[in-house]
């Protein structure tokens, strides 16, 4: 079946840090990839997606490679401030629906 | 403008009750969702309309009920409510093919005592 994993939080580091947070998925055909980001006490916000293999998604300063040798979909970010403090989810869409990973808590101190 | 708008934002209910959720989008998005987040932040799909026309029942209660009175709108009826039922419900909806990622609501905030 579909399904997405990725790295278990929270993740804690000081602002201006490099950030990786990892995602790997399985899934049946080419599925769209996401990273979607919950504030605190808000809904979910489309961070960046990729569509295809070799696609790089890109947003306030995030990125993310669609890698279909290795089925993953890592997110980075070169410097983190402490508004990215979040919980992120990366997902797939197949079959009309998203599936979406358990999320990673980012906690960035200043 | 709200582009998916849920209401209430928060719901505090006793065990047995009744209640229900709006959902409305202005988007124009064919497409709408129900997803269930849990207290560990562990979203899952519930449902899905395509036009008014439930499309997604991913095994859900009975107790739970969806309704769609036009292609803007889903609401979600919950009967008979339990203790774990108490969760985050986000609304979503998306336009066209896979490739579009999802438009969520802000949530509703669901607590049954």
């Known amino acids: 079946g579909n399904s997405v994993t990725q790295m278990e939080g929270p993740v804690t580091l000081s602002e201006e840090a490099f950030l990786t947070i990892n995602c790997t998925y399985t899934?049946?055909?080419?599925?769209?990839l996401f990273w979607y980001v919950q504030y605190p006490g808000e809904g979910l916000q489309l961070l960046l997606k990729?569509?295809?293999?070799?696609d790089k998604g890109s947003n306030k300063g995030f990125e993310a490679t669609y890698r279909k040798e290795t089925t993953s979909f890592h997110l980075e970010k070169g410097s983190v401030q402490v508004s990215d403090s979040a919980v992120y989810f990366c997902?797939?869409?197949?079959?009309?629906?998203?599936?979406f990973g358990k999320g990673t808590r980012l906690h960035i101190l200043p | 403008d709200t582009a998916v708008s849920q209401t209430p934002k928060y719901l505090v209910t006793q065990m047995g009750n009744d209640k229900s959720i709006k959902c409305e989008q202005n988007?124009?998005?064919?497409?709408m969702y129900w997803y269930k987040q849990d207290s560990k932040k562990f979203l899952k799909i519930m449902f899905s309309?395509?036009?008014?026309?439930?499309?997604i029942n991913e095994t859900v209660p009975n107790r739970f009920s969806p309704k769609s009175p036009d292609k803007a709108h889903l609401n979600l009826h919950i009967n008979s409510l339990e203790l774990g039922d108490s969760a985050v419900y986000f609304c979503?909806?998306?336009?066209?093919?896979?490739?579009?990622?999802?438009?969520f609501g802000s949530g509703t905030r669901l607590t049954v005592v």
């Open positions: 997902a797939l869409n197949r079959d009309d629906k998203i599936i």
């Open positions: 988007l124009g998005h064919d497409t």
């Open positions: 990729a569509t295809k293999a070799d």
């Open positions: 899934a049946t055909g080419y599925p769209s």
């Open positions: 309309y395509n036009n008014k026309e439930l499309i």
């Open positions: 979503a909806s998306r336009a066209g093919q896979d490739a579009y990622g999802y438009t």
